[in-house]
Nanobody, 119 residues
Framework: QVQLVESGGGLVQAGGSLRLSCAVS????????MGWFRQAPGKEREFVAA????????SYTDSVKGRFTISRDNAKNTVYLQMNSLKPEDTAVYYC????????????WGQGTQVTVSS
């Protein structure tokens, strides 16, 4: 069983920064690709960023490119999302998710952490 616990959310002014962390249980963290998703009130959950098992490949949704950076520390079983130049439209609950290498579906999800950006 894989368990994911997010932290680092909060309230920040527009233009500010936050770093989200996602701690993953188990000793096989490096077998999983990781992703960050978000869901704003009244909207569907959307993809934000992803990173492969080694950290050598990343991808981002267009709206966060150049502002957000996903990274991972396999020794700490943790994935991060550094968010800079935050905008009010980044306000959402942010979720981390894990999928096994070679698969496309994320079966494992955290409980989410709230990010609120004030204007």
């Amino acid at each position: 069983q894989v368990q994911l616990v997010e932290s680092g959310g909060g309230l920040v002014q527009a233009g500010g920064s936050l770093r989200l962390s996602c701690a993953v249980s188990g000793r096989t963290f490096n077998r999983y690709a990781m992703g960050w998703f978000r869901q704003a009130p009244g909207k569907e959950r959307e993809f934000v960023a992803a990173i492969n098992w080694s950290g050598g490949s990343t991808s981002y949704t267009d709206s966060v490119k150049g502002r957000f950076t996903i990274s991972r520390d396999n020794a700490k079983n943790t994935v991060y999302l550094q968010m800079n130049s935050l905008k009010p439209e980044d306000t959402a609950v942010y979720y981390c998710a894990a999928r096994a290498r070679g698969t496309t579906i994320y079966p494992y999800w955290g409980q989410g952490t709230q990010v609120t950006v004030s204007s």
